[in-house]
């Protein structure tokens, strides 16, 4: 008896023995393991948590008008920047025990393992939210051994380095939500047009609800599971305390409203434009040394809604369906800001930038720079010059040109530069380029910042060299500005990821380009295309915009067979307009011609309404004088034909327009193509 009690007792111990060298086992493997998994994050370090971010476009006003993303679409937001209903819904849904755990839910892992067993299938998954934000980083969606224990290396990782809250800012901006979105940023301004930050309760249920199956959670492709499994959120958060019963009875029973059309709305806003801004940002994160493809940029452009609505309206309205095609900007005169900008009649079928990119003849509307450079020759607006049917020769002898006007007709008299400019004369324009030369103009427009070849041709002075809209509405916008050299930009400003400003626009240039004096003269000059006052054997070139015209603007168009080209300005505001065909055809007189003028001039009134008219106002040293336009001599009673014009206080007129050898200097064309002055008066000094 004794004996086989002893034998009990001796088993009884070496059943415990056994046991507790099992479990000192155990620890010694399960430190081991800890030890190991220590050196190897160690060792590894930590990982990184870097993930494409897309960048976003801002209106002047700082409303999004657009984005641009490399792989997805991610913007990504702090914790602080998301409802707090949102964060404490994915918690309660996606891993109660998140801010507990070191990045494994053994409790959770073993009643996984025990409902698998059960099914004999997989049937519940436990990942947590640190395991669920590894895969999203690092690696594929496959089920397998393999890809389970690297996320599980990873997450451990990750606890070892991060703190909880940059592990769920991360897990919260990586989560795929359909449709394209990633991070719940990115989700809220798709399904609900505002920012995660705003989401109520009912909202922030939807959001999670999607995360476990974006294809089958969809409140937009399965209505009646997104609201199934939104009702589980809620009822998860209300047993969890995160929110009340009440809360919970209340977001239950209200009606969400999906903004997702208005999202889509969103990303047809002015695409020309985002086009060159991104170009734009290139290469100013280039020069600051930064990686533009990094993504995470929010760029505050130029854009005016009003200016950018109102082109596309226009140009949808006056545009007839000809297979003509546009480019139309838009700059604010002082700075170069690019208001508005659209490159073509329709970015989806050709995303190729008119405005900018393509290089056409803008006909007469070069004038203007010609006679700038004239101007600053000595040239006045009462400079007069015979413009009869002239044949020109050039290339020392060798070559022969023979301009004509629109209308086929010649001046049979001397005209002033102010009626030349206002009827687009070409005989003037070619006598002009031969009495101040080549370099002078090219100079000039190099100045102005038109890049073009300008040949030593008398067409030259019509425009035949190829230039951008761009570069000609910039070359208008420095004239507009007085004469300083505006750049044009379409960012006011970049800020990255971390809030932090990279680039700010600078402030206007003082570098000046022309003088203020001259600035002005031409300014008043290009006012004459919409006066009836200049017509003689050819009209002002602007009537046909008159009627609609509620305030000053100093224009000139500019038309060839295959291109039509109007730019023009207030003191305020420039905008040019070119439109043609991209190749082969040829412009129709009826329809094709017209569109240029309806559209820009609709475009400017529209854009002002409301607004008191700028008048141009002279700068010092420019006095303003009524003439009598045929004779250019100081209007009085008798002389129908009178104009304010606005000349340098050098070239003041000294006669009456009554003059009689005035009259028969100019009815006679004495001079044969010679310039005529009119000399200083004292009495406006």
Same mark, same amino acid.
Request: charged share 25%; glycine share 8%.
């Given at each position: 008896?004794?004996?086989?009690?002893?034998?009990?007792?001796?088993?009884?111990?070496?059943?415990?023995?056994?046991?507790?060298?099992?479990?000192?086992?155990?620890?010694?493997?399960?430190?081991?393991?800890?030890?190991?998994?220590?050196?190897?994050?160690?060792?590894?370090?930590?990982?990184?948590?870097?993930?494409?971010?897309?960048?976003?476009?801002?209106?002047?006003?700082?409303?999004?008008?657009?984005?641009?993303?490399?792989?997805?679409?991610?913007?990504?937001?702090?914790?602080?920047?998301?409802?707090?209903?949102?964060?404490?819904?994915?918690?309660?849904?996606?891993?109660?025990?998140?801010?507990?755990?070191?990045?494994?839910?053994?409790?959770?892992?073993?009643?996984?393992?025990?409902?698998?067993?059960?099914?004999?299938?997989?049937?519940?998954?436990?990942?947590?939210?640190?395991?669920?934000?590894?895969?999203?980083?690092?690696?594929?969606?496959?089920?397998?051994?393999?890809?389970?224990?690297?996320?599980?290396?990873?997450?451990?990782?990750?606890?070892?380095?991060?703190?909880?809250?940059?592990?769920?800012?991360?897990?919260?901006?990586?989560?795929?939500?359909?449709?394209?979105?990633?991070?719940?940023?990115?989700?809220?301004?798709?399904?609900?047009?505002?920012?995660?930050?705003?989401?109520?309760?009912?909202?922030?249920?939807?959001?999670?609800?999607?995360?476990?199956?974006?294809?089958?959670?969809?409140?937009?492709?399965?209505?009646?599971?997104?609201?199934?499994?939104?009702?589980?959120?809620?009822?998860?958060?209300?047993?969890?305390?995160?929110?009340?019963?009440?809360?919970?009875?209340?977001?239950?029973?209200?009606?969400?409203?999906?903004?997702?059309?208005?999202?889509?709305?969103?990303?047809?806003?002015?695409?020309?434009?985002?086009?060159?801004?991104?170009?734009?940002?290139?290469?100013?994160?280039?020069?600051?040394?930064?990686?533009?493809?990094?993504?995470?940029?929010?760029?505050?452009?130029?854009?005016?809604?009003?200016?950018?609505?109102?082109?596309?309206?226009?140009?949808?309205?006056?545009?007839?369906?000809?297979?003509?095609?546009?480019?139309?900007?838009?700059?604010?005169?002082?700075?170069?800001?690019?208001?508005?900008?659209?490159?073509?009649?329709?970015?989806?079928?050709?995303?190729?930038?008119?405005?900018?990119?393509?290089?056409?003849?803008?006909?007469?509307?070069?004038?203007?720079?010609?006679?700038?450079?004239?101007? /600053?020759?000595?040239?006045?607006? !009462? +400079?007069? @010059?015979? =413009?009869?049917?002239?044949?020109?020769?050039?290339? &020392?002898?060798? %070559?022969?040109?023979?301009?004509?006007?629109?209308?086929?007709?010649?001046?049979?008299?001397?005209?002033?530069?102010?009626?030349?400019?206002?009827?687009?004369?070409?005989?003037?324009?070619?006598?002009?380029?031969?009495?101040?030369?080549?370099?002078?103009?090219?100079?000039?427009?190099?100045?102005?910042?038109?890049?073009?070849?300008?040949?030593?041709?008398?067409?030259?002075?019509?425009?035949?060299?190829?230039?951008?809209?761009?570069?000609?509405?910039?070359?208008?916008?420095?004239?507009?500005?007085?004469?300083?050299?505006?750049?044009?930009?379409?960012?006011?400003?970049?800020?990255?990821?971390?809030?932090?400003?990279?680039?700010?626009?600078?402030?206007?240039?003082?570098?000046?380009?022309?003088? /203020?004096?001259?600035?002005?003269? !031409? +300014?008043? @000059?290009? =006012?004459?295309?919409?006066?009836?006052?200049?017509? &003689?054997?050819? %009209?002002?070139?602007?009537?046909?915009?008159?009627?609609?015209?509620?305030?000053?603007?100093?224009?000139?168009?500019?038309?060839?067979?295959?291109?039509?080209?109007?730019?023009?300005?207030?003191?305020?505001?420039?905008?040019?307009?070119?439109?043609?065909?991209?190749?082969?055809?040829?412009?129709?007189?009826?329809?094709?011609?017209?569109?240029?003028?309806?559209?820009?001039?609709?475009?400017?009134?529209?854009?002002?309404?409301?607004?008191?008219?700028?008048?141009?106002?002279?700068?010092?040293?420019?006095?303003?004088?009524?003439?009598?336009?045929?004779?250019?001599?100081?209007?009085?009673?008798?002389?129908?034909?009178?104009?304010?014009?606005?000349?340098?206080?050098?070239?003041?007129?000294?006669?009456?327009?009554?003059?009689?050898? !005035?009259?028969?200097?100019?009815?006679?064309?004495?001079?044969?193509?010679?310039?005529?002055?009119?000399?200083?008066?004292?009495?406006?000094?």
């Amino acid at each position: 008896m004794r004996r086989t009690v002893y034998v009990k007792k001796k088993k009884r111990r070496t059943t415990l023995r056994r046991l507790l060298l099992l479990i000192v086992t155990m620890m010694m493997a399960a430190l081991t393991v800890f030890l190991s998994l220590r050196l190897y994050a160690q060792i590894t370090g930590a990982p990184s948590l870097s993930v494409p971010k897309a960048s976003v476009f801002l209106d002047k006003n700082g409303k999004q008008i657009g984005d641009r993303f490399s792989v997805e679409r991610r913007y990504w937001v702090s914790l602080d920047e998301m409802s707090p209903f949102l964060i404490d819904a994915v918690v309660a849904t996606e891993d109660k025990n998140f801010y507990n755990h070191n990045g494994f839910d053994y409790r959770r892992i073993a009643g996984a393992l025990l409902k698998d067993v059960k099914s004999g299938r997989k049937v519940e998954g436990a990942s947590t939210i640190t395991q669920q934000y590894a895969k999203n980083l690092y690696l594929t969606f496959e089920k397998t051994w393999t890809r389970k224990i690297n996320e599980a290396l990873y997450a451990y990782r990750m606890e070892v380095f991060y703190e909880k809250d940059v592990i769920l800012e991360g897990y919260m901006n990586t989560v795929y939500f359909g449709h394209g979105m990633y991070g719940v940023e990115a989700a809220s301004k798709f399904y609900f047009g505002k920012s995660a930050k705003d989401l109520t309760l009912e909202e922030s249920a939807v959001i999670t609800a999607i995360a476990k199956g974006p294809s089958i959670y969809s409140p937009i492709e399965n209505p009646e599971k997104s609201r199934e499994r939104s009702l589980l959120v809620l009822s998860l958060m209300e047993a969890q305390g995160y929110i009340t019963a009440r809360q919970e009875e209340r977001a239950t029973n209200e009606q969400i409203t999906l903004k997702n059309r208005e999202w889509a709305d969103t990303k047809r806003v002015a695409p020309y434009f985002l086009d060159e801004v991104w170009r734009e940002a290139e290469k100013v994160l280039t020069a600051k040394g930064r990686y533009p493809a990094e993504g995470g940029w929010t760029i505050r452009t130029t854009l005016d809604p009003l200016h950018q609505q109102t082109a596309e309206e226009m140009i949808d309205k006056w545009m007839p369906d000809s297979g003509l095609q546009v480019g139309f900007m838009s700059i604010e005169a002082g700075t170069g800001a690019i208001t508005s900008l659209v490159g073509g009649v329709n970015y989806t079928d050709s995303p190729f930038n008119r405005a900018t990119q393509a290089k056409r003849q803008p006909g007469s509307a070069m004038k203007p720079i010609l006679y700038a450079a004239a101007l /600053e020759d000595g040239f006045s607006p !009462l +400079t007069f @010059l015979s =413009t009869e049917k002239t044949i020109f020769t050039y290339d &020392d002898g060798r %070559s022969t040109y023979e301009p004509n006007n629109v209308n086929g007709k010649f001046a049979g008299h001397p005209i002033s530069l102010a009626q030349a400019l206002a009827i687009s004369d070409n005989i003037y324009a070619v006598k002009t380029l031969e009495d101040i030369g080549y370099k002078k103009f090219s100079k000039m427009a190099e100045r102005l910042g038109v890049d073009g070849k300008f040949p030593e041709s008398p067409a030259t002075a019509l425009g035949t060299s190829l230039v951008t809209l761009s570069d000609m509405t910039n070359a208008y916008n420095r004239i507009a500005s007085g004469g300083i050299e505006t750049v044009p930009t379409t960012i006011l400003s970049i800020t990255d990821a971390e809030g932090k400003t990279i680039y700010e626009h600078p402030k206007m240039s003082k570098k000046r380009v022309m003088s /203020e004096q001259d600035a002005f003269v !031409l +300014t008043h @000059l290009m =006012t004459g295309m919409f006066d009836p006052v200049f017509n &003689d054997y050819s %009209s002002a070139t602007g009537l046909s915009m008159r009627q609609k015209q509620t305030r000053p603007y100093a224009a000139k168009s500019g038309t060839t067979i295959s291109d039509q080209y109007l730019i023009g300005y207030t003191p305020s505001l420039t905008a040019g307009i070119w439109t043609g065909f991209d190749v082969g055809e040829q412009l129709t007189e009826t329809t094709d011609k017209a569109a240029s003028k309806k559209i820009w001039i609709d475009f400017m009134e529209t854009v002002h309404r409301g607004k008191p008219a700028e008048p141009f106002i002279p700068p010092t040293g420019v006095n303003g004088v009524i003439i009598d336009v045929d004779t250019g001599g100081i209007a009085v009673n008798g002389c129908d034909k009178q104009r304010l014009v606005y000349v340098k206080e050098k070239d003041m007129p000294q006669k009456l327009c009554t003059d009689k050898t !005035l009259r028969e200097q100019r009815s006679s064309g004495e001079g044969d193509g010679k310039k005529f002055e009119l000399f200083p008066f004292s009495f406006f000094e």
